[in-house]
């Protein structure tokens, strides 16, 4: 299973623990993520279930290429990071 | 007369109260450092919503059944996914809650938002879900909306007629003005004498692309309304079918938003700048243009507001009147809050250093 970690950024906000989900898609992860902390989509997806503008995810430090489709293939043991931009002012 | 007031500002939202003496300060704070961008009072339930965009995260909707002491997170209007998505799509997403409203005094329950891209999304269950008005969001004018304000053409304007809750008017940036007379089943545009000098001939008269920086109606008398347009000021006396221009505000005709008496539809204020190409006070003064006689004259009101060098604007939603229309309030972009106890005669400095304020509505 993938390990799935959210940034401290969004702690503020809702409840984002580390996660351990299975899938072999960075959607089909986050979708086990998600069904558990359902609160938790909507910060990180948009209402297409888009990956949200400034909102970036890492498999194993690489960023993913899918913003749309999330297909991104994810193996066992593989680290995700979802994290936001630097911006904010 | 209302001694509290409500302001959402760029990093949080604010509760202000009346002190004795006629003294105004901030008693509470929420949602600290995030941008909170509209906040509804429901006058059937007192429940307040505050919508809130957290940038890369997302627009949000907060709930308080105890006058914003503690706050619960709810769903926010969402667009319904397209089951079907070429890459690159374009399908929508809300993007910014820029207008709330409750519905009518029968509709327990009913809320209205108005949104980013342009949709205007309804609720039945006190916002615990939200449902796509489809009849506007299909209308084939919407194709021409744009952009004003924002990237994204917006629903920043809804007035709900007291008298038949099925009754909306809508003010749209840029879109024009829309009437439902059955609760949002069909839609009909209006703007008939409306014109926008900066667009291309051909358009400046297309009630489709007309710019409303804010739309209002007079409470006590729904058939009287007034918008703050982007080429100047335009009211309409007979439920938006018809507009006339109001040339003889002073110091300018431009600005962004627009308050009305709550019984007598003559009397309206504004804040004006110096004109679409350069959106500061004039003469680095901050003021109030006030009519008392349905915009023939207007008094240039400025007791108590910065004289020299301030920048202060006032945007769409940052300027309230209370239900007695005795008390205003406004908020500036640079963080400046400001009440008048006598019609905008003279101000109190509320704050010099909140951040951007966005709206400010009274409460009661």
Same mark, same amino acid.
């Given at each position: ?89 | ?128 879900? &939200? ?5 506007? &969001? ?130 309206? &204020? ?95």
């Amino acid at each position: 299973m993938a390990h799935v970690v959210f940034t401290p950024n969004l702690e503020r906000h809702t409840s984002c623990p580390s996660a351990q989900a299975g899938g072999k898609t960075v959607g089909a992860v986050l979708d086990r993520v998600f069904r558990e902390n359902p609160g938790l989509k909507s910060y990180v997806l948009d209402d297409q279930g888009r990956l949200r503008q400034h909102v970036v995810v890492f498999v194993n430090g690489q960023m993913i290429e899918d913003r749309l489709g999330l297909s991104d293939s994810v193996g066992d043991s593989d680290e995700l990071f979802v994290m936001q931009a630097l911006s904010g002012g | 007369m209302s001694d509290r007031i409500l302001v959402t500002t760029r990093k949080g939202l604010f509760t202000v109260e009346r002190r004795g003496g006629g003294e105004w300060a901030i008693k509470r704070s929420a949602f600290l450092g995030d941008r909170v961008t509209m906040v509804l009072t429901d006058p059937r339930d007192d429940t307040l919503y505050a919508a809130l965009d957290l940038g890369h995260f997302g627009v949000k909707l907060h709930r308080s059944g105890d006058a914003g002491k503690t706050w619960e997170e709810i769903t926010a209007p969402a667009y319904p996914k397209k089951e079907e998505e070429e890459e690159g799509s374009s399908a929508p997403s809300v993007n910014l809650i820029w207008s709330l409203e409750a519905g009518g005094a029968d509709q327990p329950g009913v809320l209205w938002a108005g949104t980013l891209p342009g949709g205007l999304f309804r609720s039945g269950d006190g916002g615990a879900t &939200w449902h796509l008005n489809q009849p506007l &969001w299909e209308r084939p004018e919407r194709a021409n909306w744009f952009g004003g304000g924002y990237d994204e053409p917006g629903i920043h304007s809804i007035c709900v007629d007291p008298r038949d809750s099925k009754h909306l008017v809508l003010g749209v940036s840029c879109g024009g003005v829309w009437v439902t007379r059955d609760g949002g089943e069909t839609w009909d545009l209006r703007g008939k004498g409306m014109f926008a000098d900066y667009m291309p001939p051909e358009r400046r008269e297309d009630p489709t692309i007309q710019d409303p920086h804010r739309l209002i109606h007079c409470p006590a008398k729904p058939d009287a309304l007034w918008v703050q347009h982007h080429n100047g000021v335009f009211r309409s006396t007979d439920g938006a079918a018809n507009w006339q221009p109001v040339p003889d505000v002073k110091p300018s005709v431009f600005g962004f938003t627009v308050a009305v008496h709550p019984e007598d539809p003559e009397t309206a &204020w504004f804040v004006p700048a110096v004109k679409d190409e350069c959106r500061i006070p004039a003469d680095g003064r901050v003021v109030v243009a006030r009519t008392r006689n349905g915009g023939d004259s207007f008094d240039v009101l400025g007791e108590g507001l910065p004289r020299e060098n301030a920048y202060d604007l006032v945007y769409r939603h940052g300027l309230d009147v209370d239900a007695s229309g005795t008390r205003l309030v406004m908020g500036s972009t640079t963080g400046g809050l400001w009440v008048s106890e006598n019609q905008g005669d003279s101000w109190i400095s509320v704050s010099n250093h909140l951040p951007p304020v966005y709206c400010v509505r009274f409460l009661g």
